[in-house]
């Protein structure tokens, strides 16, 4: 009886309807206790050495594109929290739904970015090319008043910024080079996900946080040389 008079209420009253339908997009809430996040974020290469007018610019694509690419996987707004700016870069925090697995984020959203920056390079001039690196990982993520915070986000953090993932972005040809931990290598990438190459990622980074040491593997394509691969990995003992 009384889901009968709710939902007769819900007809004559449109508000009460909206107030009680979950809203998917907003905040989590700051009760203390983390949430189960995948994490994707997303550096401009050489943004501190751009103008500021086109440092705006390029802001403005990323964000346009980094939302069609996650669209264009089926992950949109109601499936994650809303972006976090990094000044150069954005934060993308994807909630565990089954719209948005993380299997998608690997064969769908990130080569779908990288296409959606190769055309718009292709159209841009030479001193608005937009060239990035991407890190995939998972966790545990803490939220208060002011943000997002934790282990999880330091880790993806690190492997972002790592020098050799840096290196590898400047002598690619792609305008991506991606980044994931050893977490997602393990429980995603290794299981052969259709258009996910395991053999593609290679363990050429490791980072520290809180004393841990965490490895990271970078996308490489096949044609990448053995000279390549070899100069990246002597970046592990600086990362």
């Known amino acids: 009886m009384a889901r009968k ?3 007769e209420q819900s007809r004559a009253d449109p508000q009460y309807a909206l107030a009680t339908v979950p809203q998917l997009n907003r905040t989590p809430p700051t009760d203390g206790l983390p949430r189960h996040r995948a994490i994707v974020a997303v550096d401009i290469e050489q943004s501190t050495s751009r103008p500021d007018p086109i440092k705006g610019e390029l802001r403005r694509i990323l964000y ?39 299997p998608v984020l690997l064969n769908r959203a990130v080569p ?24 995939v990982h998972a966790g545990e993520v803490h939220y208060d008043r002011n943000g997002c915070f934790g282990e999880a986000l330091d880790i993806a953090f690190r492997l972002l910024d790592a020098p050799g993932v840096k290196k590898a972005l400047r002598a690619a040809a792609d305008p991506l080079t991606l980044v994931i931990s050893e977490d997602i290598y393990r429980t995603i990438v290794r299981h052969g996900y259709d258009g996910i190459d395991q053999d593609a990622f290679r363990p050429l980074i490791r980072v520290h946080v809180a004393g841990h040491r ?26």
């Open 64 to 102: 346009e594109l980094f939302d069609q690419a996650l669209r264009s996987a089926g992950i949109h707004r109601r499936h994650r929290d809303g972006f976090t700016d990094r000044g150069d870069g954005i934060l993308a925090l994807i909630r565990p739904v089954d719209q948005a697995a993380k």
């Open 112 to 135: 779908a970015l990288s296409q959606l920056l190769t055309d718009y390079n292709s159209a841009a001039r030479p001193d608005r090319q937009l060239r990035v690196r991407v890190v």
């Open 214 to 239: 965490y490895p990271g593997r970078i996308h490489t394509p096949r044609q990448t040389t053995q000279l390549h691969v070899a100069e990246i990995a002597t970046y592990k003992q600086s990362a």
């Open 5 to 7: 008079a709710a939902h």
